[in-house]
């Protein structure tokens, strides 16, 4: 399975499985294995089974991706009927996942949790969930990466990246999800390593305008985050640690790249990103407002 769900995979599956009079789907995989299963169902009276192997949480959602690569463009559709009948979390299928893609997908998973909390509809159901899954993700992901096959660690990380997945599935995407969309539709860059660059740019961005729930993320990443790197030369305390600094420590402590040029993204696709993402309506949806001039910054900072 190809990253970003190429149209014509699920165009060919889709083939298959009326070809074969397929009624249930089982998508064992990430996030693109889940959304090509979504892709097979929609529409079409299918039921699906998911399995996860990575902490994407699509199983949770009834959001999914596919991607016209020759336009270089991912469209995200919500449809009801394609939400799993069955999530089956087995953490034995995760424990041969690399350290990179436990960290990138996990980072992925987070964000499911950061934007929830701040969603502009927020449910007062849905941040209890995402902080609990917020919790779980910062102090199982690094145990996880040490070893791979710490069974008690990817159970708690599997059950962090399902409350994330089950908290994105109930609240609007916002600006880190559609820039994250448009820049792996124009980039093929993996969702997660997208989302490991961008997150603490774009919650640093965010804070002013959602200190209530910027405040209890940083408070539920708590203890477990790597102790803050110093800003400008100078040692940050805890106190002053801010939800965006917490994660950016996280972030710089995992085996994955940090910067989007070294992720392959050219400087010169930056300008156009921020002028398809600024018009996008998940951009759109952030709780502060954004214009295009902020979007071309945020991606100069990641860049
Ligand atoms: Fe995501």
């Not at 097979?40 to 999914?64: C, D, H, K, N, Q």
């Not at 790197?229 to 996280?250: C, H, K, N, T």
């Amino acid at each position: 399975m190809e990253p970003h769900v190429p149209v014509e995979t699920v165009a060919a599956a889709r083939a298959l499985a009326e070809q074969k009079k397929i009624d249930v789907v089982v998508a064992m995989g990430g996030g693109s294995a889940m959304g090509a299963g979504k892709g097979v169902v929609s529409g079409a009276g299918r039921s699906l089974i998911a399995i996860p192997t990575t902490y994407a949480g699509s199983e949770m959602t009834p959001v999914f991706g596919t991607t016209d690569r020759a336009e270089g463009r991912k469209s995200v559709r919500r449809d009801d009927a394609v939400l799993p009948r069955l999530a089956i979390y087995d953490p034995e299928v995760t424990v041969d996942l690399s350290p990179e893609l436990t960290a990138s997908t996990g980072i992925n998973a987070l964000a499911h949790c950061v934007e929830a909390c701040y969603a502009r509809d927020v449910n007062p159901l849905v941040p209890p969930v995402a902080l609990e899954g917020i919790r779980r993700i910062v102090r199982s992901l690094p145990l996880c990466i040490t070893d791979g096959r710490n069974l008690d660690a990817r159970e708690d990380l599997l059950t962090g990246a399902y409350l994330a997945g089950f908290s994105i599935g109930n609240a609007t995407m916002a600006l880190h999800h559609g820039l994250c969309h448009v820049l792996g539709g124009r980039t093929g860059v993996a969702h997660g390593v997208l989302n490991t660059i961008m997150l603490p740019h774009i919650m640093r961005f965010n804070a002013d305008a959602v200190p209530d729930a910027m405040g209890a993320i940083a408070d539920a990443m708590g203890a477990d985050t790597p102790d803050p790197p110093p800003q400008g030369g100078r040692e940050i305390s805890r106190m002053e640690f801010s939800a965006s600094d917490a994660v950016a420590a996280l972030v710089a402590s995992l085996p994955v790249p940090q910067r989007l040029r070294d992720a392959g993204v050219a400087e010169g696709l930056l300008e156009s990103v921020a002028a398809e993402a600024a018009g996008h309506s998940t951009v759109q949806a952030n709780p502060k407002p954004v214009s295009e001039a902020s979007v071309r910054e945020l991606l100069r900072a990641a860049w």
